[in-house]
């Protein structure tokens, strides 16, 4: 056998993807990812590493098609006896890697590619949080793996000695890529010197090339009966539970009451005879205190009762494939959740994100639409209710600039998961030609 045929299949494992199942921002991440990789090596051995327990097989979607992977646990955890446990892993790597099947599946990698859940590379989520984020880039450098950190954000940093790791790791990484101008000026300004154009690059989300998918029945009669109902205009709402909460604005130091905003634009909208509106839950925690489907079916009952059923809330149990499917229906959507509104304008959907945070408006700019990020920082609610209007009054404008700007985003999407997987098959023909020696 000669050329492909003769090579081994490509092995990969992803970090930075925890909860993917309950927050859809980082399951598209994870989903993108996985289907990205698997088009083009359909028959790599990829392990995904969440925060469950043990050694489990699961699946991505490629095309629509389930293809099978393998997860294994990986957790910043007290219970060092556990194997999952990073300091578990570091230890059986000074052993020699000694019992711990998590790490012999880092030591078999080709590569391993670390996305920190998109936006978590930073020190102002606290020091846990951080540790859990750098534990994986350190295993993957401690055990000579080439490490790829897919777009993200980096930073702030507010402790100089947690910079001065974030570098560290940065720099020992095979590459290191940004999701946005303002991320890569980050990350720029964090390697200093080190700065090297070939392994530090400007990117786009991963989650621009995720793949939608029609939901599973009986929520697609569902859904395809109610666009269909009538010929108007839909405009798509998320609403966040984690900034509808008192506690929440009071965290991200919020000028008004987020919520109540929504609450207020979707009657304006209502308003409208031939509008409909469909609330879209975008990270579900049930039994947590800023689960999205809590605040979307309060938002709901409120404007059933006036509204009947021009207005509806996204069915339960959608996956982030097929909550693009929903939101890519729609003519504009309002999105608190950032990752909701890159699925809008992956989907060539204008979308306006309220914003609690700087870490949308790059996405927003990488596309053209750096002014419909509405800042809740520092708009109260008449004017943050303002903003949104305009946003989708100006619409049309906003779906002629997508029509240009977002095949040329998903096209970089692609481009730049041609130069991950790239990376691991350099390294695995390095590795064979080695064992042939």
């Known amino acids: 056998m000669t050329g492909n045929l003769s090579r081994p299949a490509l092995s990969a494992c992803l970090f930075g993807v925890p909860g993917a199942n309950l927050n859809l921002g980082v399951g598209a991440l994870r989903a993108a990812t996985l289907s990205g990789l698997l088009a083009r090596e359909p028959a790599a051995d990829v392990t995904v590493f969440d925060d469950g ?7 991505a979607f490629v095309a629509g098609s389930p293809v099978p992977i393998s997860l294994a646990g990986a957790r910043h955890s007290r219970r060092y006896h556990r194997p999952e446990s990073y300091l578990n892993m570091r230890i059986s790597a000074a ?13 078999a990698a080709d590569v391993v590619l670390d996305v920190s859940g998109g936006d978590s590379f930073s020190d102002i989520y606290g020091e846990h949080r951080f540790r859990t984020v750098a534990w994986p880039k350190r295993l993957a450098l401690l055990r000579r793996r080439p490490l790829v950190l897919l777009p993200q954000t980096y930073g702030p940093f507010r402790s100089a000695r ?11 990484a095979t590459m290191a890529w940004a ?21 530090h690059r400007q990117g786009v989300d991963v989650a621009f090339g995720l793949e939608p998918r029609v939901p599973d029945e009986p929520a697609y ?4 009966g109610w666009f269909e109902a009538a010929p108007g205009p839909v405009a798509g709402v998320n609403v966040s539970g984690l900034i509808a909460r008192a506690e929440g604005r009071t965290q991200f130091g919020l000028a008004g009451d987020t919520h109540r905003v929504a609450a207020r634009l979707c009657e304006r909208l209502l308003d409208q005879s031939d509008t409909r ?12 205190t800023d689960d999205d489907r809590v605040a979307s079916e309060r938002l709901y009952a409120a ?6 059923d021009r207005v509806a809330l996204s069915p339960s149990g959608l996956d982030p494939h097929q909550t693009k499917w929903v939101i890519a229906r729609t003519s504009w959507l309002c999105g608190m959740r950032m990752h ?6 992956s989907s060539g959907v204008p979308a306006a994100v309220v914003a609690y945070s700087d870490k949308a408006r790059g996405v927003f700019t990488s596309v053209g639409q750096r002014r419909h990020v509405a800042d809740a920082r520092r708009l109260p609610d008449d004017d943050l209710l303002g903003a949104l209007w305009e946003s989708w009054t100006g619409r049309a404008t906003s779906a002629a600039e997508l029509a240009v700007q977002t095949p040329a985003a998903v096209e970089r999407a692609a481009a730049q998961m041609d130069e991950f997987v790239a990376v691991a098959r350099a390294e695995r023909d390095r590795r064979g030609a080695v064992g042939a020696r």
């Open 162 to 172: 947690l910079r001065a790791e974030a570098a560290a790791l940065a720099r020992g």
């Open 53 to 59: 327990w043990g050694q489990r097989r699961g699946h």
């Open 340 to 345: 909701a509104t890159i699925a809008a304008l």
């Open 221 to 224: 009669q569902r859904l395809t």
């Open 95 to 107: 052993l020699g890697g000694l019992g711990n099947a998590g790490l012999a599946r880092i030591d």
């Open 303 to 308: 404007l059933a009762v006036r509204y009947g």
């Open 277 to 288: 509106v469909i609330i879209v839950p975008h990270v579900l925690t049930p039994n947590g």
């Open 179 to 199: 999701r946005d101008p303002e991320s890569f000026a980050a990350l720029a300004d964090l390697l200093g010197p080190d700065l090297d154009p070939r392994r």
